[in-house]
């Protein structure tokens, strides 16, 4: 009997339990570990929850470490600390330090002869591919990326954090006129404003000035400031029964020419009901394949550019050129 891929997950928010239903669906995986800094006898899960500080005693039982912690404050530690112990796969989505963020783990991932695939997701992560293909095969042309209708967590972060609210959540919406002109054909420059807008579901405190609440949203630097903002507050119960959620997606679309006259276009889009759990999913098929490239003699930091595409499936050679090609 062929042996299962041996997965561990790092983290147990809501990617880490997207990652779990994953596993479940891949019969030639299977989950060893859900590491977690909380104390697992606390936690419901249906893997082996294990505490975080005996992730080590675990490096000769798991195949592909999958790392589910924040970008902001967990993966700069550990995708460096993991990659020096584990093969790993994970979704750092700070695309500006993205760069640097590969120097670091591919540096602890190569000492140690493991293979760390990084910035996986779908943005990054297969926006990132569409927009390489596409940017590939119509040269002469221009890009863009829309994101929602779908929740934002920094930014619904971001409103939760002002006095006198009691909770909070942040849509980002393309902006229908400006989507309709690109898929018409025109390649216009676009600033912020004019790509997306941002709708707030806001429950005040009793007693919170709403007006105060509406201004420092709207004029929150770098998260609103540049768009054209929409505030409602609703209630308690209006927001239990409509706006928790996580749906997201969006799409790539390129306007380009060939032989010099004749304009073409391309399109991939995402609609998803579970950002976490679509997420889950492609952090888990990429584990499949840093596996599978890590048995070749890979090592080091790679990104979805780097792999061959069929590692991803679990089916043979032969039979994706059969039932795809």
Known sequence: MKSKIRIGIVGYGNLGRGVEQAISQNPDLELVAI??????DQIEARGNLVSIADIDSYQDK??????CG???RDLPRQGPLYAARFNTVDSFDLHSRIPAYFEEVDAAARSAGKLSL???GWDPGLFSLARLMFQSIL???KS????GKGVSQGHSVAIRQIPGVRDAVQYTV????????IRQGQIPVLTPRQAHQRICYVVAEPGADTGEIEETIKTMPGYFADYDTTVHFITGEEFAASHTGMPHGGFVIRTGKTGGKHKQQTEFRLALESNPQFT???LTACARAVYRMHKTGAIGACTIFDLPLGYLSPKSPEDLRKELL
């Open 35 to 40: 590491f977690t800094r909380r104390p697992p």
């Open 62 to 67: 798991i195949d592909v470490m999958i790392l």
């Open 70 to 72: 924040g970008s902001s």
């Open 118 to 120: 990084i910035s996986v």
């Open 139 to 141: 040269p002469e042309g």
């Open 144 to 147: 863009y990326t829309f994101w």
């Open 174 to 181: 393309p902006v229908p006129a400006t989507v309709e002109k």
């Open 280 to 282: 889950g999913s492609v």
